[in-house]
C-alpha cells in the first residue's frame, strides 16, 4: 500500500506545468515551491520536488543548490512515485517504465535538458519503478495490455 503522502504528490506533482505556478521554467522546483507556500505536508512538497529522477534535471538546468534547498523525500515513497509517474502516459494511458521513458525521449529533442535528463537517469528510473513494484508485491506481469489498453482475455 503507498501512503496518503505518495498518493497526494502523484495527484499534484506535475502542479508546477501550471502557468500560474510556473516561474523558473523546472516543474518540480516551481510545483513544490508553490505547495509549500500553500501549507502542503514537507513530505508532499518533497516528494514533488524530488519526483522522477527531478535531480538529474536540476542539473542540466542549474538547479541543484535551489532544489536541495527542499525537503528531501522518504526514498520508498520516492519510488513508489517514480512508478506511478512511469505507468501513465501524458494523456492518461496506461504504458510500461520502459515505453513511458521511450515516449519522453521521443517528446523531447535531444538537446532539451528534460532528453538530457532522462537519457542520464534512465537506469536509476527503472531500478526506482522495479524497487516500488518488488515493495508493493506487484508481479513484473503487467494486467493489461498496455499496447492496446484493454483488459486481456
Not at 515516449?103 to 527503472?126: G, K, M, N, Q, W
Amino acid at each position: 500500500m503507498v501512503s496518503a503522502e505518495v498518493l497526494a504528490a502523484a495527484w499534484l506533482h506535475d502542479v508546477g506545468y501550471a502557468p500560474s505556478v510556473a516561474r523558473t521554467g523546472f516543474h518540480p522546483l516551481d510545483g513544490a515551491r508553490f505547495l509549500q507556500g500553500q501549507g502542503i505536508s514537507s513530505g508532499v512538497v518533497a516528494l514533488v520536488a524530488h519526483h522522477t529522477g527531478a535531480g538529474y534535471e536540476a542539473a542540466e538546468r542549474g538547479f541543484v543548490d535551489e532544489l536541495g534547498g527542499l525537503p528531501a523525500p522518504n526514498s520508498d515513497d520516492l519510488d513508489s512515485l517514480t512508478l506511478l509517474d512511469l505507468v501513465v502516459g501524458p494523456n492518461g494511458e496506461l504504458t510500461t517504465p520502459e515505453r513511458r521513458i521511450e515516449e519522453i525521449l521521443t517528446r523531447y529533442d535531444a538537446e532539451d535538458p528534460v532528453h538530457r535528463a532522462v537519457t542520464r537517469s534512465r537506469a536509476s528510473l527503472l531500478a526506482s519503478a522495479h524497487r516500488a513494484r518488488a515493495r508493493l508485491g506487484l508481479s513484473d506481469e503487467w494486467p493489461l495490455d498496455v499496447a492496446e489498453g484493454v483488459p486481456e482475455p
